[in-house]
C-alpha cells in the first residue's frame, strides 16, 4: 500500500552542523515529493519539492535527493539553525492527495 | 499575499455534535485539500476539492463531509462527534491540486471533543 516512513524519529545536532533528515517511500507511482517542516502549534510549511525526472534539488540552504532505485528522500539542512529546530515530513504525491510519514523532530543544540 | 486562512482556531465541542471548520486558499488558487492531524503524526488526506467538485476522498466515514464555494473557499463538516475526532485539521490549498503541484498548508483549526 501507499506509506511514506521516515528512519529517525528525532535528530540532535549543534548549531552551525549540517543537518540530514532521511525518508523512505514504497509507492513506486509517486511522481513528486514534498518536505514539509512544522513547528508546534503551527500548520506545515512548504521547504523544498523534487519531481521524479530529478535526482537532486537546492534551495537556500536545503537540498533534497531522490533515489527511486531504493525509493529513498533526504532533506540536508547546510549550516543548522536554532529556527531549525521542529518536525520535518516528506510526504509523497502519487495522485492528487499527500501521503506524510510519521515526522522526524529536529532539535538544534545551541 | 495573504496565505491559506483557517476559522475557528480553537474549537471544543461534546460528542454527539457537529462542527463546521472554513477556509479560505491563497489568492488564485482553486484546488482545497483537508487534512486531519493527531498528535504525533503526519496529516491525513480527508477530501480535495477543484472548481467545486469534489476530486478524491480519504478513508474517512461518512460523518465527514465538505463542499467548495464559487470563491474557492471551502467548509468541512462533521457530525456526530467522537472522542477521536478530536485533531488538528488543516487546509491546503494549490492551483489546480494537480499530482506535482505544492499544497501550501494553513495554521489549522485545533479541534477538542470532550
Known amino acids: 500500500g501507499e506509506s511514506v516512513g521516515l528512519h529517525l524519529p528525532t535528530l540532535s545536532v549543534q548549531e552551525g552542523d549540517n543537518s540530514i533528515i532521511n525518508c523512505a517511500y514504497s509507492n513506486s507511482a509517486s511522481d513528486y515529493f514534498i518536505w514539509y517542516k512544522q513547528e508546534s502549534g503551527k500548520g506545515p510549511q512548504f521547504i523544498i519539492d523534487i519531481r521524479s525526472n530529478m535526482d537532486k534539488r537546492q534551495g537556500q540552504r536545503v537540498t533534497v535527493l531522490l533515489n527511486k532505485t531504493v525509493k529513498h528522500l533526504s532533506l540536508q539542512i547546510a549550516a543548522t539553525q536554532p529556527g531549525d529546530s521542529a518536525v520535518y515530513f516528506c510526504?509523497?504525491?502519487?495522485?492528487?492527495?499527500?501521503?506524510f510519514g510519521g515526522g522526524t523532530r529536529l532539535m538544534v543544540k545551541p | 499575499d495573504a496565505g491559506v486562512t483557517q476559522s475557528p482556531t480553537h474549537l471544543i465541542k461534546t460528542r454527539g455534535q457537529h462542527v463546521t471548520l472554513r477556509c479560505s486558499p491563497i489568492?488564485?488558487?482553486?484546488?482545497v485539500s483537508w487534512y486531519q492531524q493527531v498528535l504525533g503524526q503526519g496529516p491525513q488526506f480527508i477530501f480535495q476539492?477543484?472548481?467545486?467538485?469534489?476530486?478524491g476522498r480519504g478513508n474517512f466515514p461518512d460523518r465527514f463531509s465538505a463542499r467548495q464555494f464559487p470563491n474557492y473557499s471551502s467548509e468541512l463538516n462533521v457530525n456526530a462527534l467522537l472522542l477521536g475526532d478530536s485533531a488538528l485539521y488543516l487546509c491546503a490549498s494549490s492551483t489546480t491540486g494537480g499530482p506535482t503541484e505544492g499544497q501550501y498548508f494553513g495554521p489549522g483549526t485545533r479541534l477538542t471533543v470532550l
Open positions: 510526504a509523497e504525491s502519487p495522485y492528487t492527495k499527500l501521503t
Open positions: 476539492y477543484y472548481e467545486k467538485e469534489e476530486r
Open positions: 489568492s488564485g488558487h482553486k484546488s
